[in-house]
């Protein structure tokens, strides 16, 4: 029996901050969700006429296309100073930075951690799914241990790689930023974390508050190679041992 | 009142930036312009507007980026090493066409050199130091009031033209002390909006401020565009200065505060009865080759005279090609020509 | 009358399967049947069963799918 939706109410739907272009992701990756969180949370705080949103380097290179908003695409790595310039240029301007693990945690090191150290009123969205994506899956920051990659074949050794980097913990150890926290996608009940995690990122910045950080555990399920369903059991399972969720700081 | 003080160039070109609007200055300390940096700290938060220390050049330099994005008037200045660093950030500038305002206060090199005057970035300035096909106009001050006058003029090039753009000064116009007429303080909110900006798309479909496109045809095209650009900046915006070139049988060409000195040893030439000229490139790129190939024209020798290897040298080659002599003479590492040491290159040049 | 029912837009769909892992009612399942893509899109293979919870919608990477729910006092 065919349904009259035209008798129903809408409950769930693009956000209106969303363009209707198609995403380069692959199936069943979580840059999707999150772009449709960040589009959702300029909807719902009436802020798209005002928000820049910084495209990184990585397979969010395309950020700029996704959202009806102005977007600048910068250097790799970045993001955060970029972020910085604008903001203090106009103030009045809700500024904000989506970043993978190697552009926030490897060659953005020091723009990342200096722009939470000064405080800066933005809101810095970090994706880490624990290898570099467009480049073919080599190793990141953020790679676990004895995890394979393009670039460590025989799987991360901490002999001569490290260890994967906690950045969020390490921006927590400053006194300026009012929010960090780490979220995942990987069930319904995460999801809706995590969405209350970046509204609340957002809110803080267009209160004045300052500085937020929401790092958002993330799937990359090509080139971990596992199914997008293995993919979020594996960050369940696994990858939250390492990086555990929760809010770091909460100053607001 | 145009207000006339004694400052050291570093000083000036701050506070002529200052005067021509620019609301946000991202800098890291470097010897020998570390005034400018100290000048725009202790006026910049007084006025209103943005001064960061930045942790690091290329933080500086993207920090720039984005206020160039949100459409406001930036700058950010360095030394020789620190604009090494800073070549990633200009190469973005250049690619998504955002008008800024780069200083470099040279200094020895290459490596950690030294902090002593030099003129040996001169081809990374003019020739592209970073990737990818671009310039950017690089405007060569000889003294402090020039050094003043041609920073208001970046400014409005940047702007006009959408552009980086470099004002290559070094280290003796940095530290060296002269009075200066500074220009009246602009009103920043005077100055012509930027529709392109990124300022929140408001009643407008999105401004995206990118230098990247994944299609060969499109970023053909991006490239074709500034190409464009570049010829319309060769054709307007070319400035050079020319001193006792019309009876001239030598013409010195050199820029900077090495013209300056040249300009003294054109003097003691003259006194000694040598036809010796000034040849001054004052935009170095877009370099006058068209005006000095006329000189050339009508001289023996065009003595080319550098605070480096000789690197201003191979566009006054290009220029000249086979009309004249093209001897050189320059010094390295700091050393400073003086008058008598460019006198005794005009002498054996013009015999 | 089912509580809920969605749609899907197919041609956006990319056939990862999460929405039918993440529907609690067992509603969704592969078509079997390709878009222009390529991709296997999901469908609604129980729809008497939707509640219109929107945990698919919530957990679709492409924001492909629109959820409704009966209204309360119809």
Redesign the interface.
């Known amino acids: 029996m065919p ?1 009259d ?1 035209a ?9 209106k901050s ?1 363009t209707e272009a ?2 380069t ?9 999150i ?2 969180i960040i ?1 959702q949370t300029i909807d719902e705080l009436g802020i ?5 949103g910084i ?1 990184p380097v990585g397979c969010s ?1 395309f950020a ?1 296309l996704w ?9 790799h790595g ?1 993001a955060s ?10 103030p ?2 809700v500024v904000f930075s989506y970043q993978g693990d190697g552009d926030f945690a490897s060659i953005g090191t ?2 990342s ?2 722009a939470a150290n ?1 405080g800066e009123n933005i809101t810095v969205i970090f994706v880490n799914n624990q290898i570099y994506g467009m480049t073919g899956g080599e190793m990141a920051p953020t790679t676990l241990v004895h995890q394979k990659t393009t670039t460590t074949p025989d799987g991360r050794d901490p002999a001569t790689c490290g260890y994967p980097i906690r950045f969020s913990e390490i921006i927590a150890t400053l006194d300026a930023p009012v929010y960090v926290t780490r979220q995942a996608l990987y ?2 009940r995460r ?2 974390d995590c969405t209350k995690a970046v509204k609340k990122a957002f809110q803080n910045q267009v209160d004045g508050k300052g500085y937020s950080l929401v790092e958002i555990l993330s799937t990359c ?1 090509t080139n971990w190679r596992m ?3 293995q993919a ?1 059991e594996h960050v369940a399972n696994v990858v939250t041992q390492v990086f555990p969720l929760g809010d770091l700081v909460d100053r607001g | 009142m145009a207000l006339r003080q004694l400052l050291r160039g570093n000083e000036a070109i701050a506070e002529a930036a200052i005067r021509a609007g620019c609301m946000c200055y991202f800098a890291y300390p470097i010897t020998p312009q570390a005034e400018l940096l100290e000048h725009m700290a202790r006026n910049m938060p007084r006025l209103g507007r943005t001064f960061i220390q930045a942790e690091s050049e290329v933080a500086a330099i993207s920090m720039v980026y984005g206020a160039a994005s949100a459409g406001v008037r930036t700058m950010t200045s360095s030394s020789s090493p620190g604009i090494s660093l800073k070549q990633e950030g200009i190469s973005y500038l250049a690619g998504s066409n955002l008008p800024s305002v780069i200083v470099n206060v040279v200094r020895g090199g290459p490596g950690l050199g030294n902090i002593a005057p030099s003129q040996c970035d001169y081809f990374q300035a003019t020739k592209g130091g970073g990737h990818g096909d671009y310039h950017m106009i690089v405007l060569g001050p000889s003294t402090v009031p020039e050094a003043a006058q041609l920073t208001t003029l970046a400014f409005d090039l940047a702007d006009l033209y959408r552009t980086p753009v470099m004002i290559l000064a070094d280290g003796l116009l940095g530290q060296m002390l002269e009075p200066v007429e500074l220009p009246e303080p602009i009103d920043p909110a005077s100055l012509p909006r930027k529709e392109w900006a990124a300022t929140g798309a408001a009643g407008r479909d999105p401004n995206i401020i990118l230098s990247f496109d994944l299609g060969p045809d499109n970023l053909k095209r991006m490239n074709e565009a500034l190409q464009a650009k570049y010829r319309e900046i060769r054709k307007r915006e070319i400035r050079y200065e020319e001193s006792d070139v019309a009876d001239a049988d030598l013409v010195i060409a050199a820029y900077g505060s090495t013209a300056r000195i040249a300009k003294s040893a054109l003097q003691m030439a003259r006194a000694e009865g040598l036809k010796v000229g000034l040849f001054r490139p004052i935009t170095l790129w877009p370099f006058p080759y068209d005006a000095l190939r006329a000189v050339a024209d009508h001289v023996d020798t065009v003595l080319t005279v550098e605070m480096s290897a000789g690197q201003m040298w191979e566009d006054v080659r290009l220029a000249v090609a086979e009309r004249a002599k093209t001897p050189f003479y320059g010094e390295m590492g700091g050393v400073v020509p003086t008058p008598r040491s460019i006198l005794n290159e005009v002498r054996k040049d013009a015999r | 009358m089912p509580r809920g029912t969605i749609v899907i837009d197919a041609e956006r769909c990319k056939g990862c399967g999460l929405c039918i892992a993440a529907c609690p009612q067992r509603v969704l399942a592969f078509s079997g049947s390709l878009n222009a893509s390529g991709y296997d899109v999901a469908r609604m293979e129980n729809p008497e069963a939707c509640v219109g919870c929107a945990f698919c919608a919530l957990t679709c990477p492409d924001v492909a799918i629109t959820v409704y729910r009966e209204k309360k006092n119809a």
């Open positions: 349904v939706v008798r129903m109410t809408k409950v769930f739907e693009r956000p969303l198609r995403y992701y692959c199936p069943g990756c979580h840059h999707g969700v772009t449709r589009g798209a006429e005002r928000t820049v495209a290179v700029y959202y009806r908003c102005d977007a600048v695409q910068v250097a970045r100073a970029v972020a910085t310039g604008i903001k203090r240029a106009r009045d301007l020091a723009e951690l200096h000064r069930d319904t999801i809706q399920p199914s997008p369903t979020n």
